[in-house]
Each structure stands twice: as structure tokens, then as C-alpha cells.
């Protein structure tokens, strides 16, 4: 599962080694709004809802090997909580990947607070 930001928004992508089915399943949440949420290279059985308040950003992605993801904005958020699974057991956080520096948080949910 990776993680970043860049000058065009916010991207999550997800994928694996082998051309198994693996489940990957996962909701952001913040205080302010997910906006302009575009799904990127998605299958038939893969979805992402965004919350009625915007509040909430929940996904999954029956991955084969190939990428998935989707790309985000967000309006007011000083914070992103994530919470991410695969196979319905709760993503080791050795497995999460957050910006371009190969950063890994040191739990799985966990907190991103924005810097100045």
C-alpha cells in the first residue's frame, strides 16, 4: 500500500507480487473534505465510496498483481487518519509505504498531520 502527495493531490496505490487474488480494503478519514476522488486502473470488483459529509473515504481493491489506486484532493484537512486491511486482517504497517522516502508508519491505523 503506498501513500503520498505531490503537486497534484493526494495517491494510494495498491499491489503485490504475485498474481493472486489479495483483498485490499481501507478508509481515510479527516476532519475537513475529500474532494475530486478519481479511481486509477480499477476492475471490475474494485470500489470507492466518499462519505455524504465528505468526512470519510473508503475503498477496495480485489488486486491480481496489477495496480490500483485511486487520487484525491482535500479542502480544510489538517489531518488524515488511515486504516488499512488485506484479506480482511489489518495491513502490517511494514507493508505501508507513505511518500516519496519510503517512510513506514509504526502503526496500522495511523495518523498523517499536516506540516506548514
Known sequence: MYLWHDSSGFHLRVTHKTDDKVDFSGVLRTTGRFTDVAGVALENNDHFTVGPDQHELAFRFVSSGHVDGIDFHTQCA???????????????????????????????PFTITRTL
Open 78 to 108: 489538517p489531518n488524515i487518519t488511515a486504516d488499512f486491511h488485506t484479506n480482511g486482517h489489518v495491513l502490517p504497517a511494514d507493508r505501508v509505504v507513505i511518500g516519496h522516502l519510503d517512510h513506514h508508519p509504526t502503526t496500522d
